[in-house]
Nanobody
Framework: QVQLVESGGGLVQPGGSLRLSCAASGSTLYYLTVGWFRQAPGKEREGVSRISSSEGSLYYADSVKGRFTISTDNAKNTVYLQMNSLKPEDTALYYC???????????????WGQGTQVTVSS
């Protein structure tokens, strides 16, 4: 069983930055795939980014490429999502999730956090 706790969401103006954190317990993230997903009201859940540290692989959705950066702190068993140049369309509830190495689709992620709200508005 993996427990995930997200933090770092909030209200930010367009063009601003936030850093989301996903702290894990119960398993070592290094050997798993960690994904960030988001869901806005009335929209389907979207995969934003994912990392598989043991494979050295990264993924970013086209909508966030060049603006978001995913990273890990293995000592803290935590994954971060640095979000820069935020846009109103980035407003959503952001979740981190953990799946087996190689997981890509949301259905392949077995454990989910409770979510942290990101609101981009002036």
């Amino acid at each position: 069983q993996v427990q995930l706790v997200e933090s770092g969401g909030g209200l930010v103006q367009p063009g601003g930055s936030l850093r989301l954190s996903c702290a894990a317990s119960g398993s070592t993230l290094y050997y798993l795939t960690v994904g960030w997903f988001r869901q806005a009201p009335g929209k389907e859940r979207e995969g934003v980014s994912r990392i598989s540290s043991s494979e050295g692989s990264l993924y970013y959705a086209d909508s966030v490429k060049g603006r978001f950066t995913i990273s890990t702190d293995n000592a803290k068993n935590t994954v971060y999502l640095q979000m820069n140049s935020l846009k109103p369309e980035d407003t959503a509830l952001y979740y981190c999730a953990v799946g087996k190495r190689g997981a890509t689709l949301s259905g392949e992620f077995d454990f989910w956090g409770q979510g942290t709200q990101v609101t981009v508005s002036s």
